[in-house]
């Protein structure tokens, strides 16, 4: 269904892109896609779509905080003065 409506999508784009058919054209093919654009399944995707890309983000900052956690860890654990393994092959 998604692939479906992506492809839907992909091809409205091209086709608006790629018109000669004139203005009138172009207006009508504009009425159509804010229409689509406000129907109850494009709303559900929609929101479905920004509650995914919420959580992906959400994951991404755990794991960007852990990494960082983790590091301060090594650091700290590494630290008073000691060379880094970096410090000693210069």
Do not use: C, H, N
Request: glycine fraction near 12%.
């Amino acid at each position: 269904m998604k692939f479906r409506f992506g492809l839907i999508i992909g091809l409205a784009i091209g086709y608006v892109l790629g018109t000669r058919a004139g203005y009138e054209r172009y207006q009508q093919i504009q009425s159509s896609w804010r229409s689509v654009r406000r129907s109850d399944p494009a709303q559900r995707l929609g929101s479905e779509v920004r509650d995914l890309a919420d959580r992906a983000g959400s994951r991404i900052e755990q794991k960007a905080s852990r990494g960082v956690d983790q590091l301060s860890d090594q650091l700290r654990s590494d630290g008073g003065g000691s060379t880094s393994e970096m410090d000693r092959s210069r």
